[in-house]
T-cell receptor, first 114, second 120 residues
Framework: GAGVSQSPRYKVAKRGQDVALRCDPI?????LFWYQQALGQGPEFLTY????????KSGLPSDRFFAERPEGSVSTLKIQRTQQEDSAVYLC????????????FGPGTRLTVT | AQTVTQSQPEMSVQEAETVTLSCTYD???????LFWYKQPPSRQMILVIR??????QNATENRFSVNFQKAAKSFSLKISDSQLGDTAMYFC?????????????????FGQGTRLTINP
């Protein structure tokens, strides 16, 4: 079946612009995670949804970052007034159930803020 | 807070050789999950192997195996008979178990990664 998809794959934004990054999880997956991966670093947790409920947003770096998953499937990560330090790859992952705890990752969106 | 450390930024071996990637972590939890993920240049993160801390037996998946030393908080990955397709970034990751059974997977805490190159 289809894996986790993300769009766009690449995004270039001028400093101060708003951006929206989309994640389509694997159908039926309850949990959805967003991670931020700076160049040459490991991914860092941003936020987590179980169905439509955002259960943990402790990793969001500022109030310019906002995520939603209104119907418990597709999720959008929005960054307002982008700054150069927001340049990174944004990874989305979904997880099917409570037994395996495996997270399935999408290909990521590379955001470059100029 | 949990931390994960990978002390080898880069490694390089010849095809068919065996290579071991190191990972240490810090936690006060008694039960948890450990993972090795592979990230090739295409960026798609792929699970290689997982280990539950309460299991004493080391996990194995074909050419991939782990050496889990709970007391030392060490979780190394061994790749046997390495292949060109194993070239990638490898990340060690830690996950706390959910506090309630109805909860699912929890956030992953990743190490900095090891860039592994398999040479022909």
């Amino acid at each position: 079946g289809a894996g986790v998809s993300q769009s766009p794959r690449y995004k270039v934004a001028k400093r101060g612009q708003d951006v929206a990054l989309r994640c389509d999880p694997i159908s039926g997956h309850v949990s959805l995670f967003w991670y931020q991966q700076a160049l040459g670093q490991g991914p860092e947790f941003l936020t987590y949804f179980q169905n439509e409920a955002q259960l943990d947003k402790s990793g969001l770096p500022s109030d310019r970052f906002f995520a939603e998953r209104p119907e418990g499937s597709v999720s959008t990560l929005k960054i307002q007034r982008t700054q150069q330090e927001d340049s990174a790859v944004y990874l989305c992952a979904s997880s099917p159930d409570r037994d395996t705890y495996e997270q399935y990752f999408g290909p990521g969106t590379r955001l470059t803020v100029t | 807070a949990q931390t994960v450390t990978q002390s080898q930024p880069e490694m390089s071996v010849q095809e068919a050789e065996t290579v071991t990637l190191s990972c240490t972590y810090d936690t006060s939890e008694s039960n948890y999950y450990l993972f090795w993920y592979k990230q090739p240049p295409s960026r798609q993160m792929i699970l290689v192997i997982r280990q539950e801390a309460y299991k004493q037996q080391n996990a194995t998946e074909n050419r991939f195996s782990v050496n889990f030393q709970k007391a030392a908080k060490s979780f190394s990955l061994k790749i046997s008979d390495s292949q060109l397709g194993d070239t990638a970034m490898y990340f060690c990751a830690f996950m706390k178990p959910p506090r309630q059974l109805i909860q699912g997977a929890q956030k992953l805490v990743f190490g900095q990664g090891t860039r592994l190159t398999i040479n022909p």
